[in-house]
């Protein structure tokens, strides 16, 4: 039986980040019908922080989901989901942004969710894509962990700092979901929701769920 191909496209070039992102989708490789592929955006900027970095990657993903026409279907692995828009014009195939897919699992859970984000500058843009979906009277609030991205994948504290911020969501604005606001998270999630005793989404496993339903 051929599988479905999946490509998870990281768009900074951080390899390890590419690392953790294979580690926390393993799951979806047993599947027998499906292949998941991760792969690193070599020219991008070490990390996406900023409104500048969003813009330059834009270019890049754009070429690399054209160069991989043979894929089934596209995972953008960046929170701030650059370049949505222009590759859903140049493909008939299904594109996903990991922060929509985010926010659409956590709807699909009827709960108020709280967003875990690498800094203020971040919680800006978020709060402006989630008015545009429509979405705030869900949001039960945004913290920043004042990470990079970098360190949001490897960096000694993080985990202590998600679950510092992950308790104040959900004890004092009353989060039932919890999002991780970067894909460099990702390995992080697990642990994550086993002490803070509520879900916790990492976005880009949520992309590629939506990703497998829609090619099965």
């Not at 020219?43 to 894929?71: K, M, T, W």
């Not at 926010?103 to 843009?125: D, N, P, Y």
């Not at 004890?171 to 697990?190: P, T, Y």
Request: charge should be neutral; include cysteine.
């Amino acid at each position: 039986m051929k599988k479905a191909r999946v490509l998870v496209i990281n768009p900074n070039s951080n390899a390890s980040v590419t690392r953790g992102l294979a580690e926390a989708l393993q799951p979806f490789d047993l599947h027998p019908g499906i292949r998941i592929d991760c792969q690193t955006i070599v020219d991008g900027p070490f990390g996406i922080e900023s409104d500048a970095d969003i813009e330059a990657v834009v270019p890049l993903i754009v070429d690399h989901v054209r160069s991989n026409a043979d894929y089934d279907a596209y995972v953008i692995a960046c929170y701030s989901d650059p370049g949505l828009v222009e590759c859903r014009a140049i493909t008939g195939k299904p594109v996903f942004g990991i922060q929509q897919s985010a926010l659409a699992t956590s709807v699909a859970r009827g709960a108020r969710f709280g967003v875990l984000a690498l800094g203020e500058k971040s919680i800006a843009r978020h709060l402006k894509y989630i008015r545009k979906l429509k979405l705030e009277h869900l949001l039960a609030g945004e913290r920043s962990l004042d990470l990079s991205v970098d360190e949001a994948a490897n960096g000694s504290s993080t985990m202590a700092k998600i679950i510092e911020a992950g308790r104040r969501l959900v004890d004092e604005r009353s989060a039932e979901v919890l999002i991780l606001g970067c894909a460099g998270m990702a390995v992080h999630r697990s642990v994550a929701q086993q002490r803070l005793g509520v879900p916790v989404i990492d976005p880009t496993q949520a992309a590629v769920a939506l990703a497998v339903g829609a090619l099965l």
